[in-house]
């Protein structure tokens, strides 16, 4: 036997990841764990991520998949014909929009890979990514990887939280290759009209800008309020590409199911860069995706009553303590008004050190998010109420 004397070696990241710190919410669950490790009872309101169910035959579906003897292979590049066929299905029913299944759908392991992946087979070292501020991290996270310029596009409440596309500086636009936009939006709730989707197309087209549009509320809405698919406008299929999911829309956030539609080439873009880095889906979720997307759609009445209700749970006892927010017409989130001149960070790192109550600080999601923090309603109504009752009575000891 031989013994070597062994010392630890020391392997640097690679550049484009040296900088990067763990995904917010991992360090916010290393805080967590060690409140509870103490006794502390949490309430979680920071997470999107829903409690709910998916409908029982979208379950019943994976279960006879998934114990057919002729379904445990290698599903195709981008999903089975029956997934892709099911968003085209989704599309023409809920939005009036016509997609060949085969070049303008892509199936994807949740939609956050795909958006990864637009910046990798779209921007290179130099160019210029337009990123709503706020916004989902990964929308920036993916453009920096690339090597691309990150320009912040500022969701101001004074403008609805719409961009001003205007404001945008010519300089960057003779660089810019992508345009992020999210409506219903996370994490402000506010949604998008007709006039400014058109606007946007032709914003596009004329600086030569690919949309990437991330819709992955568009089925959780109140009010009677319907969410539009930018593809229902005219020009949209040549400068976009739409990113959507059945983690909010259908429950099934743990199943990591989405799609990407749109402009075809893109999507072949997609199609190449996904070949290399995974082998599909799982047939069994794929199958189950189909009939949640082809399946009644009823029950997601009843669903989004519930988010309603707590909704109200939330608004409710902020207007008693005077916290400001927004009453969205869709998405799972509140965007409260911080009091004072706290940094949202500090502001929500002490509720939670103090009451239990974990929210999200609005600058995890840009500069422009800071003096905001992000409730999630994807807890139950009572438990919802408990948390906002010690939230209300530690705002009214701290002022």
Not at 89 to 98: A, P, S
Not at 324 to 346: C, F, H, T
Request: proline share 6%.
């Amino acid at each position: 036997m031989v013994t070597m004397n062994t010392t630890t070696i020391n392997f640097p990241a690679a550049d484009r990841i040296a900088s990067f710190k763990p995904y917010f919410f991992v360090i916010l669950a290393r805080q967590i764990a060690s409140l509870k490790a103490r006794g502390v009872d949490v309430i979680r309101l920071d997470m999107g991520s829903p409690d709910l169910a998916p409908d029982a035959t979208i379950i019943q579906r994976l279960q006879e998949q998934a114990g057919r003897k002729d379904t445990h292979s290698y599903a195709p590049s981008g999903g089975t014909p029956e997934f892709r066929e099911g968003v085209a299905t989704y599309y023409l029913n809920r939005f009036g929009v016509e997609l060949d299944p085969v070049k303008e759908v892509h199936g994807l392991i949740g939609s956050k890979e795909g958006l990864f992946a637009l910046s990798q087979v779209i921007l290179n070292p130099g160019d210029v990514s337009l990123v709503s501020d706020p916004g989902y991290p990964v929308y920036s996270a993916s453009g920096i990887i690339a090597g691309a310029e990150i320009v912040s596009v500022p969701l101001l409440e004074k403008n609805a939280f719409l961009p001003d596309l205007s404001s945008i500086p010519e300089e960057k636009l003779k660089r810019a290759k992508i345009i992020w936009v999210n409506y219903p939006n996370n994490p402000t709730g506010a949604t998008a009209n007709d006039d400014f989707y058109r606007e946007l197309i032709l914003f596009a087209h004329r600086h030569r800008i690919l949309i990437a549009h991330d819709l992955a509320y568009a089925d959780v809405t109140y009010d009677g309020y319907l969410a539009p698919s930018i593809m229902q406008y005219d020009g949209a299929m040549d400068v976009s590409v739409e990113f959507n999911s059945l983690s909010k829309s259908y429950n099934m956030a743990g199943w990591r199911l989405g799609m990407a539609v749109g402009n075809p080439q893109v999507l072949d873009y997609l199609g190449t860069y996904k070949s290399q880095q995974d082998t599909s889906h799982f047939i069994p979720v794929l199958s189950a995706g189909a009939i949640a997307m082809t399946g009644s759609q009823e029950w997601l009445k009843e669903r989004n009553a519930i988010y309603q209700e707590r909704r109200q749970v939330v608004l409710d006892a902020l207007e008693t303590v005077g916290l400001k927010a927004s009453k969205p017409r869709a998405a799972i989130y509140i965007w409260v008004k911080i009091p004072g001149q706290s940094l949202s960070a500090d502001y929500c790192s002490r509720l939670l050190e103090e009451t239990g109550v974990s929210t999200t600080p609005g600058s995890v999601y840009g500069q422009y998010g800071e003096g905001y923090l992000r409730i999630s309603l994807c807890i139950p109504a009572v438990r919802l109420l408990e948390a906002m009752n010690r939230l209300t009575e530690w705002v009214r000891k701290t002022g």
